[in-house]
């Protein structure tokens, strides 16, 4: 199945994207991500196996402690991106990957958000905006550990191996969501400078793979 898949951007205000066409299973195809000035409340989401989805993401060098949101897609396709409302939340591609499953996992999470939630921020006056979850994210370096808690309560362990930025016209979208041999994450936020309208002219992309044998029950 040819799907259309957009590369995320500024998931606090969303903007330019670009798109590729990825040969795909249904269930496992890459979103599509709305060219949107504010995140609109993600829809509710079902679960096939809840037991087994991500409930909270740890970030020991970062000291994030994060509770995980499941993101749906919308009828066009394109991905629901967390409310400014669950700033501090990291959201997860549900039709995706899980974390510890063969392929990418896909989180992404807000870098900043307007300091009252309902409004547009305004990056170029900072005075309404706040740091959220992946504020700090560009600072992980390869070697950082990333843990993934289940449902369950099992803990899937991943080692960051490359943090990197991307213009929003150039973003990988094969390289992010493309299928690799074993169990590895995408953590996305936006990234890069502010352009003249207030929105951040890039995404910060880290990429992180599975500790084998390190899942404890």
């Known amino acids: 199945m040819d799907v259309t898949v957009k590369a995320l951007f500024g998931l606090a205000a969303l903007g330019a994207v670009a798109t590729v066409a990825?040969?795909?299973?249904?269930?496992?195809?890459?979103?599509?991500?709305?060219?949107?000035?504010?995140?609109?409340?993600?829809?509710?989401?079902?679960?096939a196996d809840p037991h087994s989805a991500p409930v909270r993401l740890r970030i020991p060098a970062l000291r994030v402690s994060a509770a995980v949101m499941p993101l749906s897609l919308d009828e066009t396709r394109t991905l629901d991106a967390p409310s400014f409302r669950h700033a501090m939340?990291?959201?997860?591609?549900?039709?995706?990957?899980?974390?510890?499953?063969?392929?990418?996992?896909?989180?992404?999470g807000h870098r900043d958000a307007p300091a009252n939630p309902g409004t547009v921020p305004v990056r170029n006056g900072r005075d309404n905006i706040r740091n959220a979850v992946f504020a700090k994210l560009g600072r992980l370096r390869a070697g950082d550990r990333v843990e993934a808690e289940l449902g369950d309560g099992r803990r899937v362990r991943f080692r960051v191996t490359a943090v990197d930025t991307y213009?929003?016209?150039?973003?990988?979208?094969?390289?992010?969501?493309?299928?690799?041999?074993g169990p590895e994450l995408r953590l996305i936020t936006c990234g890069g400078v502010i352009d003249a309208d207030g929105h951040w002219d890039s995404n910060v992309v880290v990429s992180a793979v599975a500790e084998t044998g390190r899942r404890p029950g």
């Open 167 to 181: 213009p929003t016209a150039k973003f990988p979208t094969a390289r992010v969501y493309g299928p690799v041999p």
């Open 22 to 47: 990825l040969a795909v299973l249904p269930e496992r195809s890459a979103p599509a991500h709305r060219p949107s000035p504010v995140a609109a409340e993600p829809r509710a989401v079902h679960v």
């Open 89 to 108: 939340k990291v959201g997860w591609y549900a039709l995706g990957p899980r974390p510890g499953e063969r392929g990418p996992a896909v989180l992404v």
